[in-house]
């Protein structure tokens, strides 16, 4: 994938509704076209909408900032499958045994970096979260735009995560290049555990239970 922006072109867009496509092929072929050229795209997952670039691209991942006003906070990945994101983080074996058990799915796995990644992605940190989602509409996207996809929450801080493309649209609107319209999404914001060695932290409690019973085990 690209790291370069055409800077004019999305310059431009900016100051101009985003476009909204419906969900398929057609729409995973526009989106792997607007990352590749550095854009934003708004896309469905199997929890909340969710707002994505391309990882490897910093001014895409610093465009992508902009837009949700967020701050030094990192942002999660989502992979196609576990082989991409072992590309991008260090699975330790308790990271991979929870890999197994509930990927693809809602648990965020945050763990050490694995190579170089634009830092506001991780925030100097060295660690990143990586999740593969359990829906195959997502999968087949994240394939089309190289195999991963920024997967912070497509909303503004501090606001409520969008659940349509509607909702997207009137928190994001001109900051990102394409919303693709998946309809209503039910889903629950993703658990988040952090592993290191065979140590886990629940990060944020979500649809998954991996909680502190687990985490102790």
């Known amino acids: 994938m690209s790291n370069r922006v055409n800077r004019t072109a999305y310059e431009a867009q900016r100051s101009m509704p985003a476009i909204v496509l419906r969900a398929g092929p057609h729409a995973d072929s526009r989106a792997a076209q607007v990352v590749a ?14 707002l994505g670039c391309d990882p490897l691209n910093p001014a895409a991942v610093e465009r992508l900032f902009v837009a949700k006003g967020r701050g030094a906070k990192a942002v999660p990945v989502l992979c196609a499958d576990s082989g991409r994101a072992e590309e991008l983080v260090e699975l330790s074996p308790r990271a991979l045994a929870l890999a197994r058990r509930y990927w693809p799915g809602a648990l965020t796995i945050v763990a050490p970096v694995a190579r170089r990644l634009p830092l ?9 979260g ?9 999968v087949r996207l994240l394939m089309a735009c190289g195999g991963a996809l ?3 929450s497509a909303n503004l801080s501090g606001k409520p995560s969008s659940r349509t493309a509607e909702e997207a649209l009137n928190q994001l609107g001109p900051s990102v290049d394409l919303i693709i319209d998946g309809g209503r999404l039910k889903g629950t914001e993703s658990t988040v555990v952090e592993v290191s060695g065979d140590d ?12 502190d019973e687990e985490a102790r085990s």
Do not use: A, W
């Open 37 to 50: 050229e550095g854009g934003l795209i708004v896309y469905p997952t199997d929890t909340v909408y969710g």
């Open 120 to 128: 506001r992605l991780h925030q100097g940190t060295g660690m990143l």
């Open 130 to 138: 990586v999740r593969v989602p359990g829906s195959s509409e997502c």
């Open 150 to 152: 920024v997967g912070t």
């Open 200 to 211: 886990i932290i629940i990060l944020r409690k979500g649809s998954i239970g991996v909680y």
